[in-house]
């Protein structure tokens, strides 16, 4: 089932009370799993998550239901925290977790991962995204000062970001050479550079190392499959790049001038973690 109502309190009443009133195809067991996983939305200034299934709402409160049952029923692995630094933590974030939540909920996403593990002892905010599919190291900021910091850096290209790809045949001499894509994307300028870490003859599959030097959407997927090697497991961009083991992407490594600290810092994906067992991924 699939449902979105918007609903108007018209006198003072309690959240699942109103959600009961007004949702009967629902029974309150699911209003309140749907609840907890923040798919109910209070309409105030900022618009927040509605989690409190007793919240007392005043006459002329709305809320906001966005109910699917698949997604409110899918599960992925947890995310791990790989380096806490108090005003900025590192975390790996698995294949099929969101970044953030959207209107539909948010409880297989990181930033809820992150509120949760700190138990509301922080701020926790996102700096930057990974694609859903794919995996890899995210950054979260836990004060507005560090996210502000660490923002800058990011807006100004001061944060290099790794990434691991496995792309679809063998790239040629002269494209190894060039090293990078520059093909505008969405009307704006960007550019990927990569290099070889090996070619498998079995699977005719390569493996590259990326370095993103800017942000479009789906840059890496969209840069690769333009030229003919698209990213293996890639749902939306590509030809005959289907892979049952899901998107071949990962991101493995950030570094930057950490502003506090006024030194560099690099943290890089554990090799346990690293999108491949082969020995050539590991090795570097």
């Not at 907890?36 to 002329?60: E, F, N, Y």
């Not at 099929?96 to 905010?125: C, I, P, T, Y």
């Not at 005719?204 to 030097?213: H, M, R």
Request: proline fraction near 4%; glycine fraction near 6%.
């Amino acid at each position: 089932m699939k449902l979105v109502r918007t609903l108007v309190a018209r006198e003072g009443i309690n959240a699942i009370d109103l959600l009961s009133q007004q949702v009967p195809e629902l029974s309150k067991g699911r209003l309140k799993d749907a609840m907890a996983k923040g798919a109910v939305l209070l309409s105030v200034k900022p618009q927040k998550r509605l989690r409190r299934a007793q919240t007392m709402l005043h006459s002329g409160q709305q809320l906001q239901l966005h109910y699917d049952d698949d997604i409110l029923q899918r599960s992925c692995a947890g995310a791990l925290l790989i380096s806490d630094q108090q005003q900025y933590s590192i975390w790996f974030k698995p294949a099929g977790m969101l970044s953030q939540g959207n209107e539909w909920g948010d409880h297989l996403s990181l930033l809820r991962a992150a509120e949760q593990h700190f138990a509301a002892k922080r701020q926790v905010f996102l700096l930057h995204r990974l694609d859903r599919e794919a995996s890899g190291l995210v950054m979260l900021a836990h004060s507005k000062q560090a996210a502000g910091a660490l923002s800058k850096l990011i807006a100004e290209h001061q944060i290099s970001k790794q990434y691991l790809i496995r792309v679809k045949g063998q790239l040629t001499a002269a494209l190894l050479q060039q090293g990078t894509i520059t093909t505008p994307l969405d009307g704006k300028a960007c550019l990927t550079r990569f290099s070889l870490r090996n070619y498998d003859n079995d699977t005719e599959q390569s493996w590259l190392d990326i370095e993103l030097i800017s942000g479009r959407k789906h840059q890496i997927r969209r840069h690769f499959a333009g030229i003919g090697h698209p990213v293996m497991g890639d749902p939306q961009y590509g030809k005959n790049n289907k892979d049952a083991s899901g998107l071949a992407l990962q991101a493995v490594s950030l570094s930057f001038t950490c502003p506090r600290a006024r030194k560099m810092v690099r943290y890089v994906l554990p090799p346990e973690l690293l999108l491949t067992a082969d020995p050539a991924a590991q090795a570097s």
